[in-house]
């Protein structure tokens, strides 16, 4: 699936015409582009912390975060310095720890085991995104490095989950329906030229009320801290 999200994202540097940053050629002259557009394409890499859970979760290994998609800029102002962006992307999420999921005949159990029962433990999510952004930035038509501050929310639909065990005999893995289909929370995308932080943070739980542990509610939340890059 990695490579998956590595083909896509080498598609979309193809597909974009970096030639046509702002500006136009007429006759050997450079010709300011007045309604020019910026940061349409992103792709994003980060690292998922669980919180909000039960104390006896501990995360374990990379908890990565891959995304990518295209964002609609819209000016504001004449400067076209402030505006908002609406989106469509695509994200990879795993989220390893302690907590295995099993399932049998009754449905789905979690429970927590010692390092030595099990050598991974990952809950893995594939997901729509629709970012908003509330956009200002120092750019102008013939500057491409500027300051950026992009504040919104996102909303993205988990059309697939897993939840994978693997121990020193094999692995179990299973589409676990405990997952929300519908995540939602606050980003900030804020930095200078090519290096941009990423931030976003979840407001509603990653799994159901129903999945539980020991008797008491998961209720893991994310935070998300990484990098974005935009093109375009």
Do not use: C
């Not at 050629?25 to 919180?51: A, C, H, K, M, S």
């Not at 990653?206 to 974005?228: C, F």
């Amino acid at each position: 699936m990695i490579r998956t999200v590595l083909f896509t994202i080498s598609a979309l540097l193809l597909l974009i015409p970096i030639a046509v940053l702002g500006q136009e050629e007429e006759d050997g002259l450079t010709v300011t582009d007045n309604r020019y557009l910026e940061d349409q394409f992103y792709i994003g890499v980060g690292y998922n912390v669980l919180f909000d859970g039960p104390d006896a979760i501990d995360q374990r290994n990379l908890s990565y975060n891959l995304q990518a998609g295209f964002i609609k800029d819209i000016p504001f102002n004449r400067q076209r310095n402030f505006g908002m962006g609406l989106g469509l992307g695509y994200a990879v999420n795993s989220y390893y720890s302690n907590m295995v999921a099993t399932l049998d005949n009754n449905g789905i159990t979690y429970d927590i085991l010692d390092d030595a029962d099990f050598n991974r433990s990952k809950l893995a999510t594939h997901t729509i995104e629709i970012p908003f952004e509330i956009r200002w930035r120092t750019s102008t038509a013939s500057e491409y490095k500027f300051w950026r501050v992009y504040a919104g929310a996102k909303v993205g639909y988990v059309f697939s989950g897993r939840s994978k065990l693997v121990v020193d005999s094999g692995n179990d893995s299973f589409s676990n329906n405990d997952i929300e289909k519908f995540q939602y929370g606050l980003m900030l995308n804020f930095g200078y030229n090519t290096w941009n932080i990423h931030v976003y943070y979840g407001l509603n739980p990653l799994l159901k009320d129903e999945a539980m542990l020991a008797g008491e509610a998961i209720d893991l939340k994310v935070l998300r801290v990484g990098l974005v890059f935009y093109i375009l």
